[in-house]
């Protein structure tokens, strides 16, 4: 297990991001504030780039002119709008002039760094200086002070991509207490990426380093799981290897998105939950009820204060104990009477999950909110809490939009439409680098028949271990057929860690009854490994030639 993890972490670490990203930043505090640039020469200037930084107003949408001197006179050369954060962007120049100006045309744009090239050259030019300067903004000589971070095209190695800009900058916005840009989700997840970005940095290995640790620690988790449901770490390593090898899995834990942290305390939870429902009953001792439910409460907390997602759990772990509890009536109330099968299970166990499963997850939830009522400048308080429920709700419910890699929830097991994250552009012809999140095929073609072989086995069997498995498969999976609103493959990514543990099932099943069948299973075993080698390029944004790439595409709807 421990080998396992040391191996995905080795291969998830590399390329993970970049420690050189400029983090000082030049901020005007008033519209006109300007610096003026000493190139130390006169210079053909081809490019000016800039690295944009993360303002202090949520919504705000700073604007800058760019000025060049010609004959003593400084005349426009370019206007932009800072729309985006932590990326490298610029603006085509074209003049040649020993002087530059740039003036805010409005208040709060934060800019960490400012580059100028020289016609036909790919690194900042040197000696550029601060001559003059009308700002009382922020440290203006950071606009300058970190030029070796340079890097001439933008790239997911030094900078934000795809929802990164919603969840990397609020993590970072945390930190600082500032109003959160982002609170469509609970904002534990992002406290999560927080950690990583106060360790690291705000710098792109930073704000990615939880989501890649969350990754690797749901492997251990598989393996346990899977020791726990099948008794031999045979069983229990092809649930953790599948895992890894996953496609969703690595691309989800290699980004600043919340999904894997909603998705690591969901498996977690069942996890728990699994030593209540199967060896929970009233002759036993109360420790041994005890322990999962606020363990599993524990993590449905930390699951729905990270993302939505795992109330549907909530709701099969509820459906579990009842089922639990409505067993153990039937078994044990002839030999304890009824009276006493109340008082001294019923009525504890019904307590102790009403704090276990509203009590521990309501005080970790209200926790989670504590930077954002810490804004400085802002007076939120409980209210304000309650209406970011209503306002997420009424967001989740009601968002009307199309997007080119929405997918329905029927096809996400059949691996049909990818979303594409990344991809690179300034790259030499025949060249390409890009990121998509999709399925192993090998796993997700499979997983479907797999569950349902599982289902009419289990049920012919009677091995009510597995009826866990199904609920969660169930109530991750399910309830987003009754989901109007635009949906993604990476909505199933919940689901899998269930449909891989229905997979190993049918696997201890058939090598149970044929021998032999651990020869097939090695292949299956080998094949996922291979493909998920075959495809790691479009996984990592590893750059390859396109024609790879290319090759990769096996269905037309396999866009990346």
Same mark, same amino acid.
């Given at each position: 297990?421990?080998?396992?993890?040391?191996?995905?972490?080795?291969?998830?670490? =590399?390329?993970?991001?970049?420690?050189?990203?400029?983090?000082?930043?030049?901020?005007?505090?008033?519209?006109?504030?300007?610096?003026?640039?000493?190139?130390?020469?006169?210079?053909?200037?081809?490019?000016?780039?800039?690295?944009?930084? $993360?303002?202090?107003?949520?919504?705000?949408?700073?604007?800058?002119?760019?000025?060049?001197?010609?004959?003593?006179?400084?005349?426009?050369?370019?206007?932009?709008?800072?729309?985006?954060?932590?990326?490298?962007?610029?603006?085509?120049?074209?003049?040649?002039?020993?002087?530059?100006?740039?003036?805010?045309?409005?208040?709060?744009?934060?800019?960490?760094?400012?580059?100028?090239?020289?016609?036909?050259?790919?690194?900042?030019?040197?000696?550029?200086?601060?001559?003059?300067?009308?700002?009382?903004?922020?440290?203006?000589?950071?606009?300058?002070?970190?030029?070796?971070?340079?890097?001439?095209?933008?790239?997911?190695?030094?900078?934000?991509?795809?929802?990164?800009?919603?969840?990397? &900058?609020?993590?970072?916005?945390?930190? +600082?207490?500032?109003?959160?840009?982002?609170?469509?989700?609970?904002?534990?997840?992002?406290?999560?990426?927080?950690?990583g970005i106060a360790v690291f940095g705000m710098n792109s290995f930073g704000w990615r380093m939880a989501g890649t640790l969350f990754g690797a620690a749901l492997l251990p988790v598989m393996y346990l799981f899977g020791r726990k449901l099948f008794g031999r770490s045979f069983f229990a390593f092809c649930a953790a290897f599948l895992m890894m090898v996953?496609?969703?899995?690595?691309?989800?834990? &290699?980004?600043? #998105?919340?999904?894997?942290?909603?998705?690591?305390?969901?498996?977690?939870?069942?996890?728990?939950? /699994?030593?209540?429902?199967?060896?929970?009953?009233?002759?036993?001792?109360?420790?041994?009820?005890?322990?999962?439910?606020?363990?599993?409460?524990v993590c449905f907390g930390l699951g729905a204060a990270s993302k939505w997602i795992a109330i549907y759990a909530g709701a099969g772990l509820a459906l579990l104990v009842a089922l639990q509890l409505f067993r153990s009536f039937r078994n044990y109330r002839g030999e304890l009477g009824t009276r006493r099968f109340f008082w001294c299970y019923l009525l504890?166990? $019904?307590?102790?999950?009403?704090?276990?499963?509203? *009590?521990?997850?309501? $005080?970790?939830?209200?926790?989670?909110?504590?930077?954002?009522?810490?804004?400085?400048?802002?007076?939120?308080?409980?209210?304000?809490?309650? &209406?970011? +429920?209503?306002?997420?709700?009424? /967001?989740?419910?009601?968002?009307?939009?199309?997007?080119?890699?929405?997918?329905?929830?029927?096809?996400?097991?059949?691996?049909?439409?990818?979303?594409?994250?990344?991809?690179?552009s300034g790259l030499l012809p025949g060249r390409t680098s890009t990121i998509a999140s999709f399925g192993n095929p090998a796993i997700w073609w499979t997983g479907l028949p797999a569950v349902i072989a599982a289902v009419i086995i289990a049920a012919r069997k009677r091995e009510r271990r597995m009826a866990v498995i199904f609920t969660a498969f169930a109530? +991750?999976? #399910?309830?987003?057929?009754? *989901?109007?609103?635009?949906?993604?493959?990476? =909505?199933?990514?919940?689901?899998?860690?269930?449909?891989?543990?229905?997979?190993?099932?049918? $696997?201890?099943?058939?090598?149970?009854?044929?021998?032999?069948?651990?020869?097939?299973?090695?292949?299956?075993?080998?094949?996922?490994?291979?493909?998920?080698?075959?495809?790691?390029?479009?996984?990592?944004?590893?750059?390859?030639?396109?024609?790879?790439?290319?090759?990769?595409?096996?269905?037309?709807?396999?866009?990346?």
């Open positions: 297990m421990a080998a396992m993890v040391l191996v995905y972490l080795l291969v998830a670490l =590399h390329n993970l991001g970049s420690f050189k990203v400029p983090a000082t930043v030049w901020q005007p505090l008033r519209k006109g504030e300007s610096l003026v640039l000493d190139l130390g020469r006169v210079v053909p200037v081809s490019r000016i780039y800039y690295y944009c930084g $993360i303002n202090d107003k949520r919504f705000q949408q700073p604007s800058f002119s760019l000025d060049y001197e010609t004959k003593g006179i400084f005349r426009p050369l370019a206007h932009f709008e800072k729309n985006d954060c932590n990326i490298w962007k610029f603006q085509d120049a074209g003049v040649t002039t020993s002087r530059l100006r740039i003036v805010a045309d409005t208040a709060g744009g934060a800019l960490n760094e400012l580059v100028v090239l020289e016609k036909g050259a790919q690194v900042p030019l040197a000696g550029v200086r601060i001559s003059a300067l009308n700002s009382a903004g922020t440290e203006p000589q950071h606009l300058l002070d970190e030029q070796s971070t340079f890097e001439a095209g933008p790239s997911f190695i030094n900078g934000f991509y795809f929802d990164e800009v919603y969840h990397g &900058r609020t993590a970072y916005e945390h930190l +600082q207490r500032m109003e959160p840009y982002e609170n469509t989700h609970p904002p534990l997840g992002k406290l999560f990426i927080a950690s996953d496609f969703m899995h690595f691309t989800q834990s &290699r980004i600043a #998105l919340i999904d894997i942290f909603g998705v690591f305390f969901i498996t977690a939870m069942y996890y728990f939950i /699994y030593d209540f429902y199967v060896n929970s009953c009233p002759v036993a001792p109360m420790k041994k009820s005890a322990v999962p439910l606020i363990l599993g409460g504890p166990v $019904i307590c102790l999950c009403l704090f276990s499963f509203l *009590v521990i997850p309501a $005080i970790i939830y209200l926790l989670s909110y504590l930077p954002y009522l810490m804004v400085e400048g802002e007076s939120h308080g409980f209210m304000d809490i309650l &209406r970011n +429920q209503l306002d997420m709700f009424d /967001y989740h419910s009601g968002l009307k939009a199309t997007h080119p890699f929405s997918s329905p929830w029927w096809s996400w097991p059949l691996d049909l439409q990818p979303v594409w994250f990344y991809t690179a109530f +991750q999976y #399910l309830p987003w057929m009754f *989901v109007t609103r635009l949906t993604f493959i990476y =909505h199933f990514f919940s689901a899998v860690p269930f449909m891989i543990l229905c997979q190993v099932y049918v $696997i201890q099943q058939a090598m149970e009854r044929w021998p032999k069948a651990r020869w097939a299973v090695s292949g299956y075993l080998t094949v996922a490994g291979l493909l998920f080698i075959i495809f790691y390029p479009a996984l990592s944004g590893m750059e390859v030639s396109t024609d790879y790439i290319d090759r990769l595409r096996w269905l037309k709807s396999w866009i990346f």
